[in-house]
């Protein structure tokens, strides 16, 4: 953990700053904090392999106490869940080999753990939706150098669009460990995770971010009035100098009045705007916001959805600021030169050699699977052919020629290096 990242840490319960309990076991990678002990005004909690984890639940206590006893290894292997010493040094070997792939250390992680579709998450519809939108916002608000948080994050995904948008790296927010600790290793690499509760206050200064934003998650948020009020406080800079504003970005949370699968406890899109009390939000059908994606842009955040166009998207996106550039149709930015990770044939295809050329068949893992997230057929052909020797030229990575269109139809996609 870096000290600029501690700097904006506080207690979730105190608001105390937290700063490393040097009397306690603690050891540093250079200046960044790898192991020890935070403490506040009421409390101290464990840094884990880097990664400050700042609740209460019995798994951080215990991991506490571990770190107090010199044993940060045992302190991971709770943090992990791994209580079974065979499956945890097993573990252990995965977590610690340069070659290992996030499917590799997830699998290792155990059958409990993740789903299959991590595999298939940078072609979700949703996920288009998501990068298209966090890129127009936060190149808006974060100016090449200001801080993002992306809170109930999990493992990333959406965390990887923040990296090139500012100097300062994202800080990535879970409750799992696991998730965090995966994203920092593979999808967000240089994020800065902090593992906390999103039903407790936010472990963090008041303006510390740009951006605070949270997607596929809020409907599963118990205390979604306060988890609102802290976004707001987290983007509140009237103590500092920088008046410039910042934007709250919530995406894809489910709506109350349209059924969706993982339909969670929404509230209607009234029911949303309601949670606001210091910033006027505005509320985006998703279902037009994938047409404008799909369609090549530009994504208008200047529309005004009316009422009952939101209450028949079964998933709307909310946009908090007061920074007017948020608020204009953003051009989408043409697919990049070069892969920020590596070119890879989407795992959906299924693939049959025809001589020099391959010939690829659209095929949905399973019926679930469809039925969540089908929409990927507006962008992704039922069947193509390309050469061979298109396919091999992905591997160094430029994006020429028919690249460009397999990588914006999502045919190929950029993955993150060691993903599976
Ligand atoms: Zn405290």
Known sequence: MRNDTLDLLRCPYCGGRLTLVDSLFHRRDGDAIRDGVLGCHCCIFPV?????VLHLQTSATTALDQMKGERPDLARRTMFGLDDDAHAAAFDAVASSPTATYRDTVEALGPNFEGGYFLYRFSDPTYLVAQAVVRAVGAAVLGGSRRAVDICGGSGHVTRTLL???SAPPVLADLYFA??????????????????DGNAPMPFARGAFALAMCTDAFMYIWTKRQFVGEMERLIDASRTDLARPGAILIGHTHNERTWSPSHGQPLSPEGYAD????????????LGLFAAVVGGGPLDLSRRDAPDTLDANPALTIVASREPSVFRAHPLPPPPTQASGELRLNPLYAVAAEGDRMRLRLEFPNAEYEDEYGACREYLPEELTIERAALASFESGRVAGDAIELLRRKVIVDLPKRYY
Do not use: N, Q, Y
Request: overall charge negative; some cysteine; hydrophobic content about 40%.
């Open 48 to 52: 884990v392999d880097g990664i400050p």
């Open 275 to 286: 949670l606001f009390e210091t910033i006027e939000p505005r509320l985006f059908g998703e």
């Open 179 to 196: 998730k965090v600790w995966l994203a920092r290793r593979f999808t967000a690499p240089g994020c800065e995770p902090v593992c906390c």
């Open 164 to 166: 090139d948008l500012s």
